[in-house]
């Protein structure tokens, strides 16, 4: 297993990325190559003891955050993203994570895997912690806007995500909207609704709330990268929130000291349940590889993480299973279109 790490993306690199697949070495004896500016890597890989587990592959250019993500494609054809995605497409890598520029990650998972058959768009799937376990949210950002036959496709995706990867034997999976009632949200949900409820393969229950998403009324959320990416900003705001006013309040006295002392192991654990860390990345689904996508404020545990998810993912081997499950279900663009989408389809939601 090889999992090709781009050494220079994100707001730590490439300290962060280096420490990461370091431990990653270290716990889990991964194989990584680290991408990237092989004078800097080096330097900073030298702070750790030598291991045979990784190793750098040189590329001269880093997409920034703020850049185009055609960037990475046409201008900046050496970056370390770019070389990542590459070294997935040639086989040299059986996975790619990046912390970097989101846009970029996806248009070069895009453009240089292309989609499995059966698939219009990719979509990035976050874990996110609920009451009784996780549940998928997506997409969380690469499709801003979607057409209905988006919203179908990261439905069954996220259910066979969840059945493949999650282990959860029969998922349920709920589309995003403003009310759970069938006459709620705007015109491409509730077409996208009505062909959900027409496949018999997932385990779909309709509408779900924004407050669904953490009660663990479902396993998989589907809806579209703009709301989702809100949604996941929004649920980060509110999770560092809740962990800096918990901090202030329980120094207010000595009370709430002594009270944190005795239930420390329980707070500890609070914490550790809503980091996103402990979740790593966001694996890109409906690409022919495998890519994990990192928050860009990632630390070396998320990288770490990060890495493991990935190299679970391959060893699942989920991309033959999406490709065989639509196949045997004939769950193809063109029985999409043939079959369940309605004619109005074609042009109305272009």
């Keep these: 297993m090889r999992i090709a790490v781009d050494a220079m993306g994100g707001d730590f690199a490439p300290a962060s990325i280096i420490e990461g697949s370091y431990l990653a070495a270290k716990e889990y004896s991964i194989n990584t190559i680290l991408v990237g500016d092989k004078e800097l890597i080096s330097k900073e890989l030298s702070k750790y003891p030598e291991t045979n587990t990784i190793s750098i592959h040189h590329s001269s250019e880093v997409v920034d955050m703020d850049e185009p993500p055609t960037v990475c494609l046409r201008k900046k054809k050496d970056s370390s993203i770019k070389v990542a995605v590459e070294l997935v497409k040639n086989g040299e890598a059986d996975a790619y994570i990046s912390a970097g520029n989101t846009g970029a990650s996806m248009a070069a998972g895009l453009m240089i895997l292309k989609p499995l058959p059966g698939v219009d768009r990719p979509a990035i799937a976050q874990m996110l912690p609920t009451l009784k376990g996780s549940t998928v949210l997506l997409d969380v950002g690469a499709n801003v806007d979607c057409k209905v036959e988006y919203l179908v496709q990261f439905a069954i995706m996220g259910s066979i995500y969840a059945k493949k990867v999650m282990k959860i034997q029969n998922p349920t999976v709920g589309l995003l909207s403003v009310g759970t009632e069938d006459t709620k949200g705007n015109e491409r949900s509730k077409k996208a609704l009505a062909h959900l409820r027409k496949i018999e393969y997932i385990n779909f229950v309709g509408n779900v709330e924004g407050r669904d998403i953490y009660n663990s009324t479902v396993d998989v959320v589907a809806c579209d990268g703009f709301v989702g990416n809100v949604a996941l ?27 944190y002392l005795l239930a420390r192991s329980a707070f500890k654990k609070f914490k550790k349940r809503i980091d996103y860390a402990e979740y790593g990345g966001a694996p890109l689904l409906g690409v022919n590889g495998t890519g994990i996508i990192c928050h860009g404020s990632s630390s070396s545990k998320a990288i770490k993480n990060a890495i493991l998810i990935a190299s679970d993912i391959c060893k699942q081997n989920l991309n033959q299973s999406i490709i065989e499950e639509l196949k045997s279900l004939q769950l193809d663009v063109g029985e999409y279109k043939k079959n369940n989408m309605e004619n109005s389809l074609s042009k109305g939601d272009s």
């Design 233 to 259: 900003k929004l649920s980060e705001g509110l999770a560092e929130m809740l962990h800096e006013m918990m901090k202030l309040y329980l120094k207010s006295n000595i009370l709430t000291v002594l009270g």
